[in-house]
């Protein structure tokens, strides 16, 4: 659960660790993703509380020693983090705007995340509701309460950031498949060959979303659009 505070005339937010991750969903997932032949899809294992919020607030002071923008820590407790406030969450900025700023929008996104890979680095849930991005264009990365490096490598990991962003991304933007697979496509040609070899074979391996998803509500459709812009992004 998150609650925004103010503090001293500023606005922060408290993060407080339920632990309460589903393991029957989870495991569900995990036996999915395996006989899809989804390594890079594997869930984190589940943790409690205390962990989750100790495992937030290492990744948060390791990916900040690496230069990958992530909000300050203000204060913790042994389950509650006082984060610092990084603006409106993509999510949020992609369905007030217009076409031409969604687009700049989903580029800086990209770009970042991009950033953070040549950095040896990985997010773990780069969905838009989980970036910031603030009035000067400046982005942050937020719910790193997990980390896909326990149960695969790094460049499963970054594939997987890579499925997550675009399939977390595109339902929010209302851009046509063009300018998407544009902006994508420039990002995917500057990762490794490993990286793109992996979401090669997720996006063959998840050929039947598209007409799966066709007639289902607008989550699902973005689900299958986010498989037909990846394989021509990787084209």
């Known amino acids: 659960m998150v609650e925004p505070l103010q503090i001293a005339g500023r606005r922060t937010w408290l993060k407080q660790h339920d632990g309460e991750r589903r393991w029957l969903a989870l495991a569900a997932l995990d036996l999915g993703v395996r006989l899809l032949g989804l390594r890079c899809l594997r869930p984190p294992p589940r943790l409690k509380a205390e962990q989750a919020c100790q495992l937030e607030r290492r990744r948060l002071r390791e990916l900040a020693e ?13 389950t509650a983090l006082l984060l610092e406030d990084g603006g409106p969450s993509l999510a949020q900025r992609l369905r007030r705007c217009g076409p031409a700023e969604a687009e700049h929008l989903m580029r800086i996104a990209a770009n970042e995340l991009l950033r953070v890979h040549w950095a040896g680095c990985c997010v773990g849930q780069p969905v838009a509701r989980n970036i910031t991005v603030d009035v000067a264009g400046c982005v942050r990365f937020l719910d790193l309460e997990e980390d896909p490096l326990q149960v695969m490598v790094l460049a499963e990991a970054q594939a997987r950031d890579w499925l997550l962003f675009v399939s977390g991304s ?6 046509p498949a063009g300018a998407l697979v544009a902006v994508i496509g420039q990002c995917l040609r500057q ?8 979401l090669r074979g997720a996006v063959r391996r998840l050929w039947f979303l598209p007409a799966l998803c066709r007639f289902a509500g607008r989550r699902a459709r973005g689900l299958g659009d986010s498989v037909l812009i990846l394989r021509r992004a990787l084209a």
């Open 66 to 78: 690496h230069g990958v923008p992530v909000p300050r820590v203000l204060g913790h407790g042994e």
């Open 170 to 175: 595109v339902r929010h933007a209302g851009l």
């Open 191 to 198: 990762t490794g060959p490993d990286v793109q070899q992996l």
